[in-house]
């Protein structure tokens, strides 16, 4: 079965450093996104993506975060100068289309930030 | 805006049945699911329900919908060890497509 594959599962960085989240969506889906949890809260949406530009964002997602997809296959979120409170498990999502059968799910990035 | 509530914690025991509730405030909401999130793992898409729908049933797991009370439920009958997990549900409003979480329901199933 088809599934969204993330990289690194746990990255660990300096405050200040900048971390690039990696992402491969299932190869037909049009839709991309990353949500956040940090630990002992909700998941919480960060961005979607679409035809090669973001389609909405969430206010969690300022200057400090971008998205790219850099070919036909990745989809990465980068962070720049990277906080405490970024410390997160970032999970990628990819859907065929907007809403219906939702949105399917990596099994996420632990970012931790000392 | 959107809020989705869940209760924290379910205890039940292998072959019964169990029911997870949420509570959601937007009315306007298009779509509700219910993920599972095993240890370590991540988020699995369960089922999902339009809003126009009162009920689905997907072979253990039944969907109910009351969008009167913006109550969402998930029942899983003859509930197994493999259910042990933290039960999610979240929506999409109309002409948005993110989805709104609530901060789950661990269930736990004791042998």
């Known amino acids: 079965e088809p599934e969204v594959t993330q990289t690194p599962s746990h990255q660990v960085t300096q405050m200040g450093q900048e971390v690039i989240l990696r992402c491969v969506p299932i190869?037909?889906?049009?839709?991309f996104y990353w949500y956040r949890q940090i630990l002992g809260q909700k998941v919480e949406f960060l961005v979607s993506?679409?035809?090669?530009?973001?389609?909405?964002k969430s206010e969690i997602f300022d200057d400090q975060f971008s998205v790219e997809r850099p070919d036909g296959s990745n989809f990465t979120l980068k962070i720049r100068s990277t906080k405490l409170e970024d410390s997160a498990m970032y999970f990628c999502?990819?859907?065929?289309?907007?809403?219906?059968?939702?949105?399917?799910f990596g099994q996420g990035t632990r970012l931790t930030v000392v | 805006g959107e809020d989705v509530e869940q209760s924290l914690f379910l205890s039940v025991r292998e072959g019964d049945s169990s029911v997870i509730n949420c509570t959601y405030t937007?009315?306007?909401?298009?779509?509700l699911y219910w993920y599972k999130q095993e240890p370590g793992a991540g988020l699995q898409l369960l089922t999902y329900?339009?809003?126009?729908?009162d009920m689905k049933q997907d072979q253990r797991l039944t969907v109910l919908l009351n969008k009167k009370d913006k109550h969402l439920s998930l029942r899983i009958a003859d509930t197994q060890t493999g259910d042990s997990a933290i039960y999610f549900c979240?929506?999409?409003?109309?002409?948005?497509?993110?989805?709104?979480f609530g901060k789950g329901n661990q269930v736990v199933v004791i042998p």
């Open positions: 999502a990819s859907s065929e289309a907007v809403r219906d059968r939702g949105a399917f």
């Open positions: 329900i339009f809003s126009n729908m």
């Open positions: 190869s037909n889906h049009l839709y």
């Open positions: 937007d009315s306007s909401s298009t779509y």
């Open positions: 993506f679409y035809n090669n530009e973001i389609s909405e």
């Open positions: 979240a929506e999409t409003l109309y002409g948005n497509n993110r989805l709104a």
